[in-house]
């Protein structure tokens, strides 16, 4: 009798350990945007470059929690590589306005004690994940815009660059053909403006935003976010990613968050922290909260994807478009990259 009782305990034990062994510890997530990311579109080079900038991007942050510092200082050294890749819609691949500027926004947030800073409508700030911290560490406001902002990244030695700096082909051409597809809607609907819905806004238009999500050796998580915004937006639209709540969240009682897609629907939707509510409030986990605050946001017409790391190292990603550039990395420094779905 003994003898099956030791049997049955020793295959329980094997059987936990093994469990224990699957459950895998996430100390790093980051995203390059969501969209109509298909591989029968993608070229094998370019493939390439994107998973070589995310792996970039992941092994930064991974160096800075491994070395002891905090999620703060990986969230922006892995947001800090996608900015200066011209591969994605922030830093130097942000896309351009209807008057042909990069206007770039940025947000971060630390979820021990729920200091924010942001950034928007910024155009010679080289990466303003960092002058987000500023704005965070050095001053008593939470968000700064346009040439205040500026100002304020400039007094606090934040690297400042030449707007030429941000100019692409790529992006620019994409300006150009978005303002001759506005000018077809306008004459297929006669002039009539009324007629001219928010749903016929060219969905490709709007993704790439890039952001991360740590938790440090200290337990404490940090969120972050930076875009060049929708290419061809007009009047000085803000979007999500700088507003925190809606496309920026972090709380050390529940998880890091940061979103991707079209902003309009995520400030609408407030789903960073609509994540981080029903985890708080209704115990869900942060798959299940991260699947629910998409889907509440996805039924307005909103899409896009976000990136979310719970405080015991759980990690979400989930999307509803064709694909989103996303990675993680393990505290064992294991790196993973995916792209489509």
């Known amino acids: 009798m ?11 034990l094997l059987l936990a350990s093994l469990n224990l062994q699957a459950q895998k510890k996430y100390v790093l997530v980051v995203h390059g945007g969501a969209g109509t990311i298909l591989k029968k ?11 070589a900038a995310l792996t970039k991007a992941l092994q930064q942050g991974y160096d800075a929690i491994k070395s002891g510092k905090t999620s703060l200082d990986a969230v922006e050294a892995a947001i800090r590589v996608l900015e200066d890749s011209p591969l994605f819609n922030a830093g130097k691949g942000a896309v351009f306005t209807h008057d042909g500027k990069n206007e770039m926004d940025a947000a971060i947030m630390e979820g021990k004690s729920l200091k924010a800073g ?16 500023a704005v965070m560490e050095k ?13 304020f990244a400039k007094q606090c030695g934040v690297e400042i660059v030449d707007p030429k700096y941000f100019y692409t082909k790529e992006r620019w051409d994409g300006l150009q053909e978005a303002i001759k597809e506005d000018s077809v809607k306008a004459v ?21 935003t890039v952001g991360a999500v740590a938790l440090d050796k200290m337990g404490n998580l940090a969120a972050g976010t930076s875009t060049g915004g929708m290419t061809n937006k007009k009047y000085g639209r803000v979007g999500d990613s700088p507003i925190i709540g809606a496309g920026t969240y972090a709380n050390n009682l529940t998880a890091g968050i ?12 407030v789903v960073a922290y609509d994540v981080s509510a029903m985890m708080e409030y209704r115990n869900l986990s942060v798959a299940d909260a991260s699947k629910k605050a998409l889907d509440k946001m996805e039924k307005l017409g909103g899409d896009g994807g976000l990136i979310a790391l719970d405080k015991n190292g759980n990690v979400a990603m989930p999307f509803n478009t064709e694909g989103m550039y996303r990675g993680t990395v393990t505290e064992d420094g294991k790196i993973e990259v995916l792209i489509y779905k």
């Not at 003994?2 to 329980?12: E, H, M, P, Q, T």
């Not at 579109?41 to 998973?51: G, I, L, N, R």
């Not at 001053?139 to 100002?151: I, N």
């Open 258 to 269: 940061s979103c991707t897609g079209w902003g309009e629907f995520y400030i609408r939707s």
């Open 139 to 151: 001053s008593e406001h939470v968000m700064m815009v346009s040439r205040g902002a500026e100002q």
């Open 2 to 12: 003994n003898y099956k009782l030791n049997y049955y305990f020793s295959i329980l």
């Open 188 to 208: 297929l609907d006669h002039g009539n403006k009324k007629s001219l819905k928010l749903g016929t806004i060219n969905r490709d238009y709007k993704f790439g």
């Open 41 to 51: 579109s993608m070229t094998p080079e370019k493939e390439a470059a994107y998973t």
């Open 118 to 133: 942001a950034v928007a409508g910024v155009s010679v700030i080289r990466n303003p994940i960092t002058a987000a911290r």
